[in-house]
């Protein structure tokens, strides 16, 4: 179901959001100042190009310095990609096959907002002490 679910996902959306988080990567990397965002944002261009079967979990190390490049993240391009994530549930869930595709479109936005201090991971995989924010389990 996982692979059907993503293949739709693709089709509909995925790889036009999947090409916004990869735009924004390669115009962090152009400063050395922005490019822990860049290599964030080419990490979910990956996970916003094949999302389900996938979790997000707090990472337990992150502290005060996630907080600050969060900050910059969501002025830098934060906004810009949660605001793609809203056109693309609104536009799937005009029709009751792109419903379940909408609703992960929203969950992915808590993490376009703030990608630093949490962590992707297969949700085949987690570990008994990792808490998902939100799944995309199917």
């Known amino acids: 179901m996982r692979t059907l679910l993503n293949i739709v996902w693709l089709l509909t959306g995925g790889i036009w959001l999947a090409l916004g988080y990869f735009l924004a990567g390669i115009l962090a990397c152009l400063a050395i100042v922005t490019l822990p965002a860049g290599v964030a944002s080419f990490r979910l261009a990956r996970y916003a190009l094949w999302p389900f079967g996938k979790t997000v979990v707090d990472r337990h190390d992150a502290g005060v310095g996630s907080a600050v490049v969060n900050v910059i993240w969501l002025v830098l391009a934060g906004w810009w990609l949660a605001l793609g994530h809203i056109l693309s549930a609104v536009a799937q869930a005009v029709t009751i096959v792109g419903l379940p595709?909408?609703?992960?479109?929203?969950?992915?936005?808590?993490?376009?907002?703030?990608?630093?201090?949490?962590?992707?991971?297969?949700?085949?995989?987690?570990?008994?002490?990792?808490h998902p924010v939100h799944s995309m389990r199917s």
């Open 101 to 130: 595709l909408a609703v992960a479109n929203l969950k992915l936005i808590p993490i376009s907002l703030a990608p630093f201090g949490k962590r992707i991971v297969d949700s085949n995989s987690l570990a008994a002490w990792d």
